[in-house]
C-alpha cells in the first residue's frame, strides 16, 4: 500500500505541476481558467501532501477525494478539447495536453485503486 499511495502523490503533484506550469506561462492571463489553473496547482499539492500524510486509516477517504478531483480536472480538459470551456478552447496540439491526458488519466486509476484497497483492509480488520 505504501508504494501505491507514493505513485498516487507523485502522479496528483504532477498534476498540480502541469497547472502550475502552464498558469506561470501565461494561462493565468485567461479571465476564468487562469484562476482555476493556479486553484488546481494548489488543490493538487495539498492532496499529494495529505496523501502522504494521512494516517492509514484515512487514506481511503483522501484516495477518493484525489480520484474525483482528478477525474475533473480530466473532464475540465476533454470538455475544453471538445466544445470549450468558459469561452476557452484547447487543442491537442498544444503543449502538454497529452502527457496531462496521461497524468490524470494514471492518477485517476492509481487514486481509484488505493481507495479499493484501503476499503477492503477496512473490511477486513473489521471482520476480526
Do not use: C, Q
Amino acid at each position: 500500500m505504501i508504494a501505491l499511495r507514493l505513485v498516487s502523490a507523485a502522479l496528483t503533484v504532477a498534476m498540480a505541476a502541469i497547472h502550475l506550469y502552464l498558469w506561470d506561462d501565461g494561462y493565468r492571463d485567461l479571465e476564468t481558467i487562469g484562476v482555476l489553473f493556479l486553484l488546481n496547482g494548489i488543490g493538487g499539492g495539498l492532496l499529494a501532501l495529505a496523501l502522504l500524510a494521512a494516517p492509514t486509516r484515512y487514506i481511503g477517504v483522501v484516495a477518493v477525494l484525489g480520484a474525483l478531483f482528478t477525474a475533473g480536472t480530466l473532464a475540465a480538459l476533454v470538455v475544453s478539447l471538445t466544445t470549450g470551456l468558459f469561452g476557452f478552447e484547447e487543442t491537442l496540439d498544444a503543449e502538454l495536453v497529452k502527457p496531462t491526458i496521461a497524468v490524470e488519466s494514471a492518477g485517476i486509476v492509481a487514486l481509484t485503486a488505493l481507495a479499493l484497497l484501503a476499503r477492503r483492509r477496512r473490511r477486513r480488520r473489521a471482520a476480526m
